[in-house]
């Protein structure tokens, strides 16, 4: 339908409201569900199908209320904030509990650093005996011939970065940043991320994004490695070569060697109202 057409379709309706008004019938209440009907179809047509669902569910909740006294968009509202909730427990819960067993893993690696390094001096010193008195060794000097120091202190554990946003923009674009453990909160804004900037270190990093309502952007590098989950109530995913819209729409992406990826990400993205998008670059 041409932009004429819908405006076309819109003066038809008022003028059968004004009738009906001239009339006697009682048909007011339905005005203003058509005409956010026919615009919502006519951005589908266009392809918009974001604009269209909005359109779309301003109709019914506007039919709902005046057929039988329901508060759609009051409905909605609760659902959104039920299911969100939900999500960010969720998310919240697998996130500490991802951490927990990286902290378990390198408290493993620290009690076994010390009997390795022992274990390697001993057997470096029993090669060294046949050859060299204990009278001849300087204290001060390994077997390998540098001056021996305590073992190289661990990485320290450390703690997720989390960002949280109520109104504004999230962007990690321009400069080049180091890429840990990410959790971003935003409820009405966008959030977009250029990977090909991050400094990723060896192992896992994970970047939680849960979004209420606006834009998620995720560009990847050809050379990283990623896994993608991805959900939205309303709205639009598009995930590398896959694009759905509609109402709850969920997207789970891994290549087979994820795993065996020396350096790998993996992004939990969760959107109320709004679009995901994660492309490569």
């Known amino acids: 339908m041409s932009k004429h057409g819908l405006i076309g ?48 569910i301003i ?27 939900l999500k960010l427990v969720k998310s919240q819960k697998k ?26 001096e001993n057997t470096s010193k ?28 661990p990485e320290a554990a450390y703690e997720p970065i989390v960002r949280k946003n109520f109104v504004g923009d999230i962007h990690y674009m321009n400069q080049q940043f180091e890429l840990r453990d990410l959790t971003i909160w935003s409820a009405l804004g966008s959030v977009k991320i250029d990977l090909s900037k991050a400094m990723i270190s060896e192992g896992e990093t994970i970047i939680v994004i849960q979004a209420f309502i606006g834009e998620v952007n995720v560009y990847v590098p050809d050379d990283l490695t990623v896994a993608v989950q991805a959900s939205s109530l ?6 590398f070569h896959e694009k759905h819209s509609g109402i709850n729409q969920q997207v789970s992406l891994a290549p087979s060697q ?13 959107m109320a109202l709004g679009e995901v998008t994660v492309r490569r670059i």
Request: aromatic letters at 12%; glycine letters at 8%.
């Open 258 to 270: 994820y795993k065996q990826s020396k350096r790998r990400v993996k992004l939990v993205l969760s």
């Open 126 to 153: 029993s090669e060294q005996e046949p050859f060299i008195s204990e009278g001849d060794l300087d204290p001060s000097i390994s077997p390998s011939g540098s001056t021996s120091t305590s073992s190289k202190a």
């Open 234 to 239: 309303a709205g639009e995913l598009t995930v």
């Open 95 to 120: 996130t500490k509990k991802s951490h927990a067993e990286r902290e378990q893993r390198l408290k493993m690696t620290q009690e076994e650093a010390p009997s390795q390094a022992s274990e390697k």
């Open 59 to 85: 109709s019914g909740s506007i039919l709902l209320d005046q057929l039988f006294s329901i508060n759609f968009i009051g409905l909605i509202l609760a659902v959104i904030c039920f299911y969100y909730g």
């Open 9 to 56: 379709v819109i003066v038809v309706i008022l003028g059968i409201w004004f009738l009906m008004g001239v009339l006697s019938f009682a048909t007011g209440g339905l005005i203003a569900p058509l005409i956010f009907f026919f615009l919502g179809y006519y951005f589908y047509q266009n392809k918009r199908k974001l604009i269209a669902a909005i359109f779309f």
